[in-house]
């Protein structure tokens, strides 16, 4: 139904970074209208929220109607349609279903969309929101053989995951899941993909793995419009393949020359902020990844226009001990600050970048390990200036330090470790460790009685 508003504030996309935005925009600006645009019915909320330290925080994302927030918050309204087309210069968006926004402040959250192998296939499937995700379970109801490439979350998530199906998985790098471990983390978890997993009655996954991969990376457009799924997206949804044996629909040709038939293909390769609705006649700066680059307050090169989450791309000075990481923490911190920022400028306040911007956390669970990251947990960025700390048992834990001039920088820690937030506090407070040597890790020693 077309229609023209004048409105303070329209947030653009229905995942955490836009939902997190609109309602911290609704909260505080009661009388103000409030327009969250999505392209789904459903939006994507942040639930169990529980901040374990300074920075690290654990939360739950819960998928529900809009209705939901807009009960909850009477000024906001949640429209549900796709973006048309943006006129940055004159402050007016259009939705594909006819509404016309003048606004005074927009952020566009509108995440990032799969790259695919190939496009129109119908045997290469993406896996980001919850129709792809749906999807997959209906096929690999079906399925004897699926190829697995990717070595990011969602495709170690998969390979765990998945019963009843033998999965090949193939990877470009030298071990898994890079994107988050090393080697030796890796090999930590390998044993894991072997095992029986509690609770499960057919415990029947065959598993090969392939350092290798077809031209995985070329990235093109997707038409999935849904926001990312959730961390524990594969929770009630049944990853169990069929058990008879047929003729393979299709073949992946992998570069170290081996073929394999499979019944579908999972491209798992990563994602692609998700712009193309925002440039035409516009002039955003864009960086290397093609997100839309933004300042310390959130801001895009056009004014009055902010970004959040998996579109924008951090344009500052980060902090030395921290990165961006496409993951649901950063959305969520993103989000919450754009919204601060856009409320400041609003009422002419002046703001400080965000304490979450000071060191790298995030915590997750991979093959039913808890796992905390924190700072260079992957000395990335370091060269050949640092030294590794590591203790392991097997079945456990891995513990990981990353050290560079006698002061800790970064850490992994898989297993219940108790160790996130004496470590965050180490790396914080930058105290020479130097004269602790590998006694830091010494598991008969208390560490946290070191450094109350």
């Known amino acids: ?153 969602i495709a170690l998530e998969l390979v765990y995951e998945v019963e009843g199906c033998e999965v090949i998985w193939a990877i470009k790098d030298k071990a898994i899941g890079n994107t988050f471990f090393d080697a030796g983390a890796a090999q930590f978890l390998i044993p894991s993909l072997g095992a029986d997993k509690k609770d499960r009655s057919l415990p029947c996954k065959r598993a090969r793995y392939a350092t290798d991969k077809t031209g995985a990376g070329h990235s093109g457009a997707s038409g999935e419009l849904g926001s990312a799924l959730g961390p524990d997206w594969h929770e009630g949804i049944e990853l169990r393949g069929a058990v008879q044996v047929w003729l393979w629909p299709a073949y992946v040709q992998l570069t170290n020359k081996k073929i394999y038939g499979c019944d579908f293909v999972v491209s798992a390769t990563g994602v692609v902020p998700n712009t193309d609705p925002f440039l035409n006649g516009n002039n955003f700066k864009l960086a290397e990844d093609h997100g839309l680059r933004v300042d310390d307050h959130m801001r895009t090169s056009e004014q009055d226009v902010y970004a959040a989450g998996d579109v924008c791309t951090a344009g500052w000075e980060p902090s030395a001990l921290w990165q961006q990481m496409r993951l649901w923490t950063q959305a969520r911190q993103m989000g919450w600050y754009a919204a601060r920022c856009m409320a400041a400028d609003v009422q002419e306040e002046a703001i400080e970048l965000d304490f979450c911007f000071e060191l790298f956390s995030h915590i997750t669970k991979f093959f039913n390990y808890k796992v905390v990251l924190l700072g260079k947990f992957n000395a990335q960025g370091l060269g050949q200036d640092h030294e590794l700390l590591v203790r392991c048992t097997k079945g456990q834990e891995y513990v990981k330090v990353v050290l560079t001039g006698g002061r800790m920088v970064g850490a992994v820690l898989i297993g219940e470790t108790d160790l996130e937030e004496t470590f965050e506090n180490l790396i914080l407070n930058q105290m020479d460790l130097s004269r602790y040597g590998e006694e830091l890790l010494n598991p008969n020693i208390d560490i946290e009685d070191y450094f109350d």
């Open 1 to 153: 139904m077309a229609s023209e508003k004048q409105v303070t504030f329209v947030i653009v996309g229905g995942g955490i970074a836009g939902v997190t935005c609109a309602e911290q925009i609704a909260s505080q600006f009661t009388s103000d209208e409030v327009y969250l645009l999505t392209a789904s019915p459903l939006v994507k909320t942040v639930t169990n929220f529980k901040q374990v330290s300074k920075t690290l925080e654990e939360f739950d994302i819960e998928e529900q109607p809009s209705s939901v927030l807009e009960e909850k918050y009477p000024n906001l309204k949640v429209v549900q349609s796709a973006v048309k087309l943006l006129r940055a210069k004159e402050h007016l968006l259009q939705t594909e279903n006819g509404q016309t926004f003048h606004y005074r402040k927009l952020c566009i959250c509108s995440g990032a969309r799969p790259k695919l192998l190939t496009q129109d296939n119908p045997h290469v499937l993406g896996i980001r929101d919850t129709d792809s995700a749906q999807e997959f379970q209906k096929r690999l109801s079906k399925a004897k053989r699926i190829v697995v490439i990717g070595n990011g979350g």
